[in-house]
């Protein structure tokens, strides 16, 4: 009888600037939990043991990740990744610092599978497909952002700065950083309202924070993938061939698709971008439906 609970069909990693030690995505496999993780671009030049705060939240959850019993909940995996992170704090004498000041916490997010709950976890603006389902909970502030970042390019063209000179120095990136910098206060706070947003950063998640999904028995496949794609597709091919596509007409991502960051000179993308496609097996079907 085949014991194998799930097949891994197509799997990527990439950095933005081409250099895999750059990379503030990580993927995890283990035998329980399939999991992308996102770690946030980091806002500061701080180091965590020669890593971004964005490396080092996402190295956390995926070391978290492969201890976790089998049948954990997404509560329960929320809470120890979350211990973690704060005892990463303690000991480094922070967690006063990064109480007041969430710009300097570890942050990412992640879609992932539990295999033996055959659910979805979604925390942050991480995306999946579901079969043809697409699931992604993009965050309102960034939202506004990346558009505040658009009007400050295109006056800039208007003004007749060259696309080249824009490519160099992003003078959108510049105007919205106090934004995106003040957003951070909005994290996992509950009196934020709609712009208040999820992520993974050693303090509780905001209500309804970690959201849920059963997979349904007729989706063959599931992908999960960081927001490095704008435009996910069922495949790796389709996804690399919709981000090419999109860059080559839009580099700067202001004329028609809207980000809070767009591709500079020196770069190969305008994110961090990681892809795990798998299929569940029939066993573990069986193993769900109580047989």
């Given at each position: 009888?085949?014991?194998?609970?799930?097949?891994i069909?197509?799997?990527?990693?990439?950095?933005?600037?081409?250099?895999?030690?750059?990379c503030?995505?990580?993927?995890?496999?283990?035998?329980?939990?399939?999991?992308?993780i996102?770690?946030?671009?980091?806002?500061?030049?701080?180091?965590?043991?020669?890593?971004?705060?964005?490396?080092?939240?996402?190295?956390?959850?995926?070391?978290?990740?492969?201890?976790?019993?089998?049948?954990?909940?997404?509560?329960?995996?929320?809470?120890?990744?979350?211990?973690?992170?704060?005892q990463?704090?303690?000991q480094?004498?922070?967690?006063?610092?990064?109480?007041?000041?969430?710009?300097?916490?570890?942050?990412?997010?992640?879609?992932?599978?539990?295999?033996?709950?055959?659910?979805l976890?979604?925390?942050?603006?991480?995306?999946?497909?579901?079969?043809?389902?697409?699931?992604?909970?993009?965050?309102?502030?960034?939202?506004?952002?990346a558009?505040?970042?658009?009007?400050?390019?295109q006056?800039?063209?208007?003004?007749?700065?060259?696309?080249?000179?824009?490519?160099?120095?992003?003078?959108?990136?510049?105007?919205?950083?106090?934004?995106?910098?003040?957003?951070?206060?909005?994290?996992?706070?509950?009196?934020?309202g709609?712009?208040?947003?999820?992520?993974i950063?050693?303090?509780?998640?905001?209500?309804?924070?970690?959201?849920?999904?059963?997979?349904?028995?007729?989706?063959?496949?599931?992908v999960?993938?960081?927001?490095?794609?704008?435009?996910?597709?069922?495949?790796?091919?389709?996804?690399?061939?919709?981000?090419?596509?999109i860059?080559?007409e839009?580099?700067?991502l202001?004329?028609v698709?809207?980000?809070?960051?767009?591709?500079?000179?020196?770069?190969?993308?305008?994110?961090?971008?990681?892809?795990?496609?798998i299929?569940?097996?029939?066993?573990?079907?069986?193993?769900?439906?109580?047989?």
């Open positions: 009888m085949n014991t194998k609970k799930y097949e069909l197509e799997k990527f990693i990439a950095a933005k600037s081409g250099r895999m030690e750059d503030e995505d990580r993927l995890h496999i283990s035998e329980h939990f399939l999991a992308v996102d770690g946030a671009t980091g806002k500061t030049p701080n180091r965590w043991n020669g890593m971004t705060a964005g490396q080092k939240a996402a190295e956390i959850i995926d070391e978290t990740f492969a201890d976790l019993p089998a049948a954990a909940t997404v509560a329960k995996a929320v809470s120890a990744i979350n211990r973690e992170i704060r990463c704090y303690l480094s004498g922070l967690l006063e610092m990064v109480k007041e000041k969430p710009i300097h916490r570890l942050t990412a997010c992640f879609a992932a599978i539990s295999i033996e709950r055959r659910e976890w979604m925390v942050g603006d991480c995306q999946a497909l579901l079969g043809k389902e697409h699931v992604h909970f993009p965050k309102i502030v960034d939202k506004i952002a558009a505040a970042r658009a009007v400050v390019l006056n800039a063209r208007v003004k007749g700065i060259r696309e080249s000179e824009i490519r160099e120095n992003d003078p959108g990136r510049r105007f919205i950083l106090p934004l995106l910098e003040a957003q951070t206060m909005l994290q996992n706070n509950a009196v934020a709609v712009f208040g947003y999820p992520v950063d050693g303090f509780s998640l905001s209500v309804n924070g970690a959201k849920v999904l059963p997979v349904p028995e007729d989706a063959e496949t599931i999960l993938a960081s927001d490095g794609y704008p435009q996910l597709k069922p495949d790796l091919a389709a996804s690399e061939a919709c981000l090419a596509k860059l080559q839009d580099p700067m202001y004329k698709h809207f980000e809070t960051k767009g591709k500079l000179a020196t770069n190969i993308s305008f994110d961090d971008r990681s892809f795990l496609k299929r569940l097996t029939a066993e573990n079907k069986d193993r769900a439906n109580g047989c």
